[in-house]
């Protein structure tokens, strides 16, 4: 199975702030990577996909970069309601579809 | 406007079975694979399985395989999940999930886009 590692695990940050969350992967999955957003109590909400294409409706302070083994997520200004766990998905190697093991972002 | 609404979860001893559903509307079940998704307390989550567009090809999780079934009704705008011998590390949060995948020279997946807002299953004696 592919294995996923994010870094950092947790994130202090303040409104305005630019955030930068990087995923790596264990073997190379080419630009079939996701990234979700999760906020307490709710389901994950797609952000980004084939590793850097924003997700319909998605602000575009997200965005994402990177191919092979590894891509970063990267909030340009930080606003209220991005505090959450954030989530990186390999899509290339099935079965399983993994998740990485997540990073918060709080105050 | 999408939605994926689940059902079915609820409190099962251990061995036991459930049969979760996921009722679909806003768009046209047959023409997307589906998938499930869960989350146990306090983690991640855990991708369960995925089914092609016409029911025609399954992938399961080797923690579940054995023990899970997918499927779906496209003419009822239904999908399901069979939870079978059910043991306490099923215990979670499972949710319905739309794939964006694409069928050219092969079989592409992109990312899940839409998603339920997830049935409670708890198993515990």
């Known amino acids: 199975d592919i294995q996923l590692t994010q870094s950092p695990s947790f994130l202090s940050a303040s409104v305005g702030d630019r955030v930068t969350i990087t995923c790596r992967a264990s073997q190379d999955i080419n630009i079939y990577l996701a990234w979700y957003q999760q906020q307490p109590g709710k389901a994950p909400r797609l952000l980004i996909y084939?590793?850097?294409a924003l997700h319909t409706g998605v602000p575009s302070r997200f965005s994402g970069s990177g191919s092979g083994t590894e891509f970063t997520l990267t909030i340009s200004s930080l606003q209220p309601e991005d505090f959450a766990t954030y989530y990186c998905?390999?899509?290339?190697?099935?079965?399983?579809?993994?998740f990485g093991p997540g990073t918060t972002v709080d105050v | 406007e999408v939605f994926l609404v689940e059902s079915g979860g609820g409190l099962v001893q251990p061995g036991g079975s459930l049969r979760l559903s996921c009722d679909v509307s806003g768009f046209t079940l047959r023409n997307y694979w589906m998938n499930w998704v869960r989350q146990a307390p306090g983690k991640g989550p855990v991708w369960v399985a995925l089914?092609?567009?016409?029911?025609?090809?399954?992938n399961i999780a080797d923690s579940v395989k054995g023990r899970f079934t997918i499927s779906r009704d496209n003419a009822k705008n239904r999908l399901y999940l069979q939870l079978d011998s059910l043991r306490a590390e099923d215990t979670g949060v499972y949710f319905c999930v739309r794939g964006i995948t694409v069928n050219e020279e092969k079989i592409i997946h992109y990312g899940m886009d839409v998603w339920g807002q997830g049935t409670t299953v708890i198993v515990s004696s």
């Open positions: 089914i092609n567009s016409d029911g025609s090809a399954t």
């Open positions: 998905q390999q899509l290339n190697f099935y079965p399983p579809f993994t």
């Open positions: 084939a590793a850097s």
